[in-house]
């Protein structure tokens, strides 16, 4: 399987701060990189696929890049809603593997 | 409005099955194949395997090959997994979750159920 890495595994931030989010695939994974955040008691939802795509509805404060094996998540300006745990996801090969998560904490 | 419904927490002793249902609606369920992902207490999201309810043909993980079965149901556009001969170290929720690709599998999860919490306890 492909292992997923996140860092950092936790940070705390304030409103308006940018926070990046970083992950590396254990082998090249092109750009079959994606990324959800989940809320306690709830389902991931869907932010980024391909790398660098935004899902509808995603505000654009929220971008990706990266390719091969390094990526990167950046979220502009966050929000109170933002406070979460975000997850890589590769989808490049079955079965899908995740990252540990990061939780974005209140400073 | 699309959104895929489960069934309620489950406890089973070791050894035992479980079989969690995930009911579809606002979209055509044989146009999308649906993934079952796993959240275990302290531990990371998990690939368990996929359906295509076009067929039933089903893909799963390593992991779990010889005890999961995934099956659907296009009269009532439900899919359901099964894991059986189950361990304490099963006990997580269970999500099951849409591919966003029509008619193939992408590995991309647009749409999530609630999630069920199945616990493992003798």
């Known amino acids: 399987d492909i292992q997923m890495t996140q860092s950092p595994s936790s940070l705390s931030a304030s409103v308006g701060d940018r926070v990046t989010i970083t992950c590396r695939a254990s082998?090249?994974?092109?750009?079959?990189l994606n990324w959800y955040h989940q809320k306690p008691g709830k389902a991931p939802n869907l932010l980024i696929y391909g790398a660098s795509s935004l899902q509808g509805g995603v505000p654009s404060r929220f971008s990706g890049s990266g390719s091969g094996t390094d990526f990167t998540l950046t979220i502009t300006s966050l929000q109170p809603e933002d406070f979460a745990t975000y997850y890589c996801q590769q989808s490049y090969m079955t079965p899908p593997t995740f990252g540990g998560g990061t939780k974005v904490e209140i400073k | 409005q699309e959104q895929l419904v489960q069934s309620g927490a489950e406890v089973k002793k070791p050894g035992a099955s479980v079989k969690v249902s995930c009911r579809t609606s606002?979209?055509?369920?044989?146009?999308?194949?649906i993934h079952w992902v796993r959240h275990a207490p302290g531990r990371g999201l998990e690939g368990v395997g996929l359906i295509n309810p076009r067929g039933g043909s089903t893909n799963y993980a390593p992991k779990f090959q010889g005890r999961v079965t995934m099956t659907g149901d296009t009269t009532t556009s439900t899919v359901y997994m099964e894991l059986s001969s189950l361990r304490p170290d099963d006990t997580a929720v269970y999500y099951c979750?849409?591919?966003?690709?029509?008619?193939?599998?992408?590995?991309?999860?647009?749409?999530w159920g609630q999630g069920t919490l199945v616990t493992v306890s003798s």
């Open positions: 082998q090249s994974i092109s750009t079959y």
């Open positions: 979750a849409r591919d966003r690709s029509v008619g193939s599998t992408s590995g991309i999860f647009d749409i």
């Open positions: 606002g979209y055509t369920f044989t146009s999308y194949y």
